[in-house]
């Protein structure tokens, strides 16, 4: 089995800048965030964007939809911005004999107390374990993207019937 | 669903005292990880020792196997050091109807560049994904206690046949 | 002795808030610095402001001269941020008979890799072994602000003549 | 002004080991401290020896007397256990016109938690500031070792007369 993570961008890449005072995507953590794990499985990391979530257009979800189509691998991770997570998880849905997993953090993974580290671990194993399909691993939970939504007010993502 | 964490010890859960100038097991950090993750299942932590796995005796082991046993979850995470998991682990496998995940680290979680936070993500999705059973989530994998062993000079776990 | 630390916001003091996708200014962290550093001075933390130093105003700058002035301390560091430190540094420059030190972070402190916590120790030496007089730590080193500028390019303070 | 920094070992780089259940002396921390807060001095570190300092022998005490004597520089930092911190401050003594700091820490530099950076900032501006001789910056404060010893029921340093 064979892993294969797409980075698109979002808080979980994010760094800050003093010279502009803001924060901006930086350069992709998963593949350094798996190697301190000291992860055995075979896996690749490749970065497709670096978008802010709020900001991905019909044209970057077409780039992430020919990625993960046209990639050999059955299991696959995707870190992206928390705020339109299951916009791009709902565009993945035909994809068919591929499990899927969406991840990202609410803080960026540079931070000291980020759930980025957590929720890469979660997806790891959700990428292994789940039957075909897309799932979003966040909050130490999997949540189908169909029934699901992030709760902004709360910054986490809950169940649509909760 | 409930999760029940019960914790025992091991690296994962090392200070270091310079007072003694070594490390001895400290306060159990799966609950506060699962906090700073953000996650949102019901669990609970229950600290059962604190031991490093290399002294652990039979007496402690039939702790263990009787708070796993007794407890009304279904659903169950160990930390646990990790020279003698798999012992533990075997200990376990007369239990039915739970599924049973132990994880522990290599490295302190205490440390910057642990892998501990991230093998708790793992353990908390096998425990919610995989069927009953006793389990190891580390590096990043799931491995079957009865296939697997620690290799001790590489400071991963492996496969009995790899 | 007795060390007073005021803090008025800046980098040192950011936050990300995943809600809004930006950095805020968060609690100040000067005081949690000092007390994991094991510091045994009798000092004490005072929040004045929380703001960005490109924001700060004249009448901001009134309110730190008055708190300087006033206390009845007489070594006194300031958390500020770092695009207007120089500005504020000159404004104090009236005061008689205080050492102060400005000091603040070109990363914010709940980062991995700030310069935060280290910038903190700088400047609490200097606060105790610096005559009186306005000067700010940071890099590494003291500079006096009437002689030094904050080189936004390289994010880093230099002499005027370097 | 350039600034030397010799490394001897001690807790500030202490590693933890599970493959041998135990921590050792690592890789010397101060340089990546230094440059991970943007130090902007000149400073060079060499390493002389890896002991804890409870293991330090008179000979040991000699290579470090010897190196601290013969470099060029002026300014001096010593990383170093803090068990025998004092004995080899006082070993110093006899050396003019060199402004010799001794630091280390009470916890490990890889600890999330550690004093390691806070007091390495403290001795990079004693360094700078203090007349020559022979000085401790830990805890916040600097020691003057013929006055002081390290209390370590409490785990700090403190005046002889405290």
Known sequence: MKLKIFTTGGT???????????????????GS???????????????ILRQDSLDMTAEDRRLILKAVESCPEK?????HGT????????????????TI??????????FHESDAVFNLGCAVIAAQTLPPGVHIAING??????????????????????
């Open 101 to 110: 997993v969406l991840t990202g953090s609410m803080y960026p993974a540079r």
């Open 12 to 30: 979980i890449d994010k760094i800050y800048f003093d010279k502009k005072s803001q924060y901006e995507v930086g350069d992709p953590q998963a």
């Open 33 to 47: 965030v798996l190697e301190r794990a000291n992860v055995v499985l075979d896996f690749e990391v490749e970065s």
């Open 75 to 79: 299991h696959i991770i995707i870190t």
């Open 141 to 162: 939970r999997i949540f189908d993207p169909k029934h699901s939504r992030k709760n902004v007010e709360m910054n986490r993502f809950e169940d649509l019937d909760a």
């Open 83 to 98: 705020d339109t997570m299951i916009d791009t998880a709902t565009g993945l849905g035909k994809i068919a004999g591929k």
